[in-house]
């Protein structure tokens, strides 16, 4: 039944992207997949625990993504470069993305808990996501660029500020307008040195920071 879980989530997960969380109809997933309704109950729980499923699953997408993001000799640069990455995810992703934290109605979000398919000893998807992040603010604390603090605190705080800028740009309109990776990333840039520079980093140090993420982007677009 593992393989079944698998397809079952794939499909799941392809019919959030495609049609949003009311597409995640039990007769209508198990259909494509060829077995029976009663599956989704014996290997999720039932419809919640496939919701659970769902969202872990967009985490741990995300969180691989983030972690693909490039890199520099930079601690701060890279940050920055993982909050556009995370941005870009999140726009690209926008229905999966507000089942994750709970947006999408309250008809369709994921229950508390976690999924019966996930293993016992696998961390939380969210958990796991949010780590990325932790290690990232570690990287700046050890680099010397912001003054020692627990990691995950600050990390929380980047999260708060990053999503906000996420759910703006998802809800569209005149808000944040139409614009490219470079001028969200300087939107980005702007909601991280409030926090960097409350967290001891200097303005020289965060604009060059900025330059050569704005490069090391520029050099993955051509």
């Not at 959030?16 to 209508?28: F, M, N, T, Y």
């Amino acid at each position: 039944m593992e393989g079944v879980a698998e397809r079952l989530l794939d499909v799941a997960v392809r019919a959030v992207e495609e049609r949003g969380p009311g597409a995640l109809q039990a007769r209508a997933l198990t259909a494509e997949v060829g077995v029976s309704t009663q599956a989704v109950y014996t290997l999720f729980g039932g419809m919640p625990g496939l919701f659970v499923a769902v969202a872990d699953e967009g985490f741990l997408r995300m969180a691989d993504h983030v972690r693909g993001a490039p890199t520099t000799a930079d601690a701060v640069a890279d940050h920055l470069l993982k909050g556009l990455a995370y941005r870009t995810w999140a726009v690209e992703h926008p229905h999966l993305y507000r089942l994750m934290f709970g947006v999408a109605g309250a008809d369709t979000q994921p229950r508390r808990g976690r999924a019966a398919v996930a293993s016992a000893a696998r961390v939380p998807a969210p958990d796991a996501a949010l780590e990325v992040l932790v290690a990232s603010v570690q990287a700046m604390i050890d680099a010397g660029r912001i003054r020692a603090a627990e990691a995950a605190v600050v990390a929380r705080q980047f999260l708060a500020a990053t999503h906000g800028h996420v759910m703006l740009r998802i809800a569209g309109g005149p808000t944040l307008g139409d614009v490219d990776d470079i001028a969200d990333l300087a939107d980005l840039a702007d909601l991280g040195s409030t926090l960097l520079l409350g967290l001891g980093d200097e303005p020289s140090a965060v604009q060059r920071s900025m330059q050569l993420a704005v490069a090391a982007i520029s050099a993955v677009h051509g």
